[in-house]
C-alpha cells in the first residue's frame, strides 16, 4: 500500500518510458539521411509532456534537485529577470559592470521582444533587457551551449536596442543610448581561444590600441574557465564571488552564506526549491527535462558528425591508397620499359622521351 499523494510506480515508469521512447525515436536518423529537414526537426526537439505534482516531486527527489540552478533559462530570467529580485540584479550588475556604466542605483525592466526592423521578419528576443536611471540599456544573456554566429547576434540586439530608442524627431541622434551587453557563456567562446582569462570587456578601439568609445561594451563571462582557476580566486571580490553563486550555488554550506553580504543571502534563499509553488515547480522540472533532451540531441548529432567524418576520412583515405598504388604501379612499369629498352641499346635520350621518365629518373636507372 502506498502512501496518498506518492507517485505510483507505473505512473513513474510510464513516464520515463515515454521520455526514453521519444529520446531514441529522434536518434535513429544520421545527418545524410535527414539533410536540411532532419537538422530543423534536431533543434525541435523540446519534450512537452504533462507532468502531475507527484511526478514533479519524484524527480526533484530522485534527483536531488534542492536549489534552482542559475544557468537554466527558468533559473536565469526568475532570479535576475524579475522585480522581485531587481536589488539582486542591481548589485551583480554593479559588480560586474559598474566600473563603466557608473554606479547603478535603480533599473526598470522592459519588454525583451523586439519586432524586426522590416515588415515579415522574424522578432528579437533577450534574455533580459533593462533600462538603468540615466537611461543606458543593460542586455544580459545567458548562452549554454555554442552558437555559430552568437556575435552577430549580439550586433543584432544591439541595433535594435538603440533603433528602439531613439526618438523620431532627434535628428542628430542626441538620444542614442548606450549599450552595455553582458553574456555568461558556459562554453568556450572561440574568440578567445587559447587564453586564459575569464572575464572580457570588448571596447571600441583605435589603431593605437586606444579607446574611441565606450558607448557600445560587450562583457564576456566563460564560466569553463572560471571554473578552472577558482581554487585561486579570491573570493572577497564581489565580481568572482558572484560568479561562483551563480555555478556552485547548490554547493554552498549556509554557516558559509550567513557570513555574506544579505544581497548574497536573498540570492541564496530564492534559489531554493521549496520556496516556488506547484507550477512554478513544474516549470522548473519540465525546463530541466527539455535542456537534458536538447543536450542529448546535440551530443547525438557531435558523435554521429564525428562517426559520418570518420567514415568519410577511411573512404578517402582507401580511395587515394588505390590511386597512389595504381600510381605507383605505372610508375614501376615504365621503369621497367626503359630498363628493357636499355637493354637492347635504345639511346637514353629516346627512351626518356619514349617512357616519360625525367632526367632524375634515368640517372636512378644508371643512365
Excluded at 535513429?28 to 529537414?37: A, C, D, F, H, M
Excluded at 636499355?342 to 644508371?366: C, H, N, R, S, Y
Aim: with cysteine; aromatic share 8%.
Amino acid at each position: 500500500m502506498r502512501t496518498k499523494g506518492a507517485a505510483s510506480p507505473h505512473s513513474r515508469r510510464t513516464y520515463y518510458q515515454t521520455l526514453k521512447t521519444k529520446k531514441m525515436a529522434k536518434t535513429t536518423r544520421t545527418k545524410r539521411q535527414t539533410g536540411r529537414k532532419g537538422n530543423k526537426k534536431a533543434k525541435q526537439r523540446h519534450l512537452s509532456i504533462d507532468l502531475t505534482p507527484q511526478e514533479v516531486d519524484t524527480i526533484l527527489s530522485e534527483r536531488g534537485i534542492r536549489f534552482i540552478d542559475p544557468l537554466s533559462d527558468f533559473g536565469f530570467k526568475r532570479l535576475l529577470g524579475t522585480e522581485r529580485n531587481k536589488d539582486i540584479t542591481i548589485h551583480l550588475l554593479n559588480s560586474l559592470v559598474g566600473e563603466d556604466v557608473g554606479v547603478i542605483s535603480d533599473i526598470t525592466f522592459i519588454s525583451s521582444e523586439h519586432v524586426g526592423f522590416l515588415p515579415g521578419r522574424h522578432k528579437v528576443r533577450l534574455d533580459i533587457h533593462c533600462l538603468t536611471q540615466d537611461k543606458d540599456h543593460v542586455i544580459i544573456e545567458m548562452q549554454r551551449e555554442a552558437q555559430q554566429h552568437f556575435i552577430r547576434r549580439l550586433r543584432v540586439y544591439n541595433s535594435h536596442a538603440t533603433a528602439s530608442s531613439v526618438s523620431r524627431s532627434d535628428r542628430e541622434y542626441k538620444t542614442a543610448p548606450r549599450i552595455f551587453s553582458l553574456c555568461f557563456m558556459e562554453k568556450d567562446m572561440p574568440e578567445f581561444k587559447g587564453r586564459e582569462r575569464y572575464f572580457w570587456k570588448v571596447y571600441l578601439k583605435d589603431d593605437d590600441n586606444e579607446i574611441f568609445s565606450k558607448e557600445n561594451i560587450w562583457y564576456f563571462v566563460e564560466f569553463s574557465k572560471f571554473a578552472a582557476q577558482f581554487e585561486t580566486l579570491d573570493l572577497t571580490d564581489p565580481k568572482d564571488l558572484w560568479l561562483h553563486m551563480l555555478t556552485h550555488v547548490a554547493e554552498v554550506e549556509e554557516e558559509t552564506v550567513a557570513t555574506m553580504e544579505p544581497v548574497f543571502q536573498s540570492f541564496y534563499e530564492e534559489c531554493r526549491i521549496s520556496n516556488l509553488n506547484e507550477m512554478e515547480k513544474k516549470e522548473y522540472v519540465t525546463s530541466v527535462l527539455e535542456y537534458d533532451d536538447v543536450k542529448e540531441s546535440l551530443q547525438c548529432e557531435r558523435a554521429e558528425g564525428h562517426a559520418e567524418g570518420f567514415a568519410e576520412g577511411i573512404e578517402q583515405g582507401i580511395a587515394e591508397g588505390i590511386e597512389q598504388g595504381i600510381e605507383q604501379g605505372r610508375d614501376g612499369e615504365r621503369r621497367q620499359l626503359a630498363r628493357n629498352m636499355l637493354a637492347e641499346g635504345i639511346a637514353p635520350a629516346l627512351v626518356a622521351k619514349i617512357t616519360g621518365l625525367t632526367e632524375d629518373e634515368m640517372v636512378e636507372l644508371g643512365q
